[in-house]
Nanobody
Framework: QVQLVESGGGLVQAGGSLRLSCAAS????????MGWFRRAPGKGREFVAG????????NYTDSVKGRFTISRDNAKNMVYLQMNSLKPEDTAVYYC??????????????????WGQGTQVTVSS
């Protein structure tokens, strides 16, 4: 069983940066593709970024490419999302996700094995 706990959210002005962290428990963390999703007010859940168990493959939604970077440290059971040049439209609750199947399935969001509780990111204009 893997439990995910996010941290690092907060209020930031447009153009600013935040770094989200996801701490995972469990011995099998390194077997999972990991990623971040978000849910903005009044909208559905959206895939943001993901990476394979090894960290060699990554995937980003178009709206964050060049601004966000996902990374992981398997030795520390941690996943990070560095968010730069933040925009008001990035405002959302951000969720950490783990998928044992593959990065492809994680991106699709249909075979997520574990979710975190979410952390709020608010970007003011």
């Amino acid at each position: 069983q893997v439990q995910l706990v996010e941290s690092g959210g907060g209020l930031v002005q447009a153009g600013g940066s935040l770094r989200l962290s996801c701490a995972a428990s469990g011995r099998t963390f390194s077997s999972y593709a990991m990623g971040w999703f978000r849910r903005a007010p009044g909208k559905g859940r959206e895939f943001v970024a993901g990476l394979s168990w090894s960290g060699e493959s990554t995937n980003y939604t178009d709206s964050v490419k060049g601004r966000f970077t996902i990374s992981r440290d398997n030795a520390k059971n941690m996943v990070y999302l560095q968010m730069n040049s933040l925009k008001p439209e990035d405002t959302a609750v951000y969720y950490c996700a783990a998928c044992l199947k593959s990065l492809f399935q994680l991106v699709r969001g249909t075979l997520i094995d574990h979710w975190g509780q979410g952390t709020q990111v608010t970007v003011s204009s």
